[in-house]
Each structure stands twice: as C-alpha cells, then as structure tokens.
Nanobody, 118 residues
Framework: QVQLVESGGGLVQAGGSLRLSCAAS?????MAWFRQAPGKERDFVAR????????YYGDSVKGRFTISRDNAKNTVYLQMNNLKPEDTAVYYC??????????????WGQGTQVTVSS
C-alpha cells in the first residue's frame, strides 16, 4: 500500500504561481497529477517517470506547469505558473500507473484545493 499526501494548495490571483508537493511512502513509481473542478471529470495534468527523465503534460497546462521529483525525499512537485481562473480545481496526486487516464493509476492522495481568482 502506497500513501500519498499532497500539500501546497491555496488561493492565488490570476497570473500568480503555486507549487504543489506530493509525499509518497513508496519508491520508484511513475507519478502523476490530476485535477477535478466542480461538476467536471478528473482530468490529467502531468506525469513523470521513476527517474524524472520523462515527463508528459496535458495540453491545457503545457508551458505553464512543470512536474519534477526528488527521489531522495520521495516527493513529486507541480510548479504552476501563470495561473488562470480555469485552473481552479482540487488537485490529486496519483502513483503506480501509466498513461493519462484516471483508471490507469492505483494509488491516490486526498487532494488539495487550488483556487485562482480573477
């Protein structure tokens, strides 16, 4: 069983930045971020392989968000820049999976709220 704990969410104005963190109890796993806005599906944001050498982003965040990891700390980060109101959502960390589908990941965190005001 892998436990994931997200942190770093909050309220920010449009154009601002936030960094989310996800501390994992397991090692060597592909990790990903998803987000879910009220009344919408949980959408893929970004993923990173176990070494950190391969990353992939959803179209809506390319060029603004960066996923990275520190394997010494078992932590994955999501740096979010130039935030927009449409980025408002609960952000979830996921682990042990592949691809861009919610069903592709075995473990999930509890989520952290990100709110972007205009």
């Amino acid at each position: 069983q892998v436990q994931l704990v997200e942190s770093g969410g909050g309220l920010v104005q449009a154009g601002g930045s936030l960094r989310l963190s996800c501390a994992a109890s397991g090692r060597g796993l592909t990790m990903a971020w998803f987000r879910q806005a009220p009344g919408k599906e949980r959408d893929f944001v970004a993923r990173i392989n176990w070494s950190g050498g391969i990353t992939y982003y959803g179209d809506s965040v390319k060029g603004r968000f960066t996923i990275s990891r520190d394997n010494a700390k078992n932590t994955v980060y999501l740096q979010m820049n130039n935030l927009k109101p449409e980025d408002t959502a609960v952000y979830y960390c996921a682990a042990d999976g592949s691809g861009s589908s919610r069903s592709g990941y075995r473990y999930w965190g509890q989520g952290t709220q990100v709110t972007v005001s205009s």
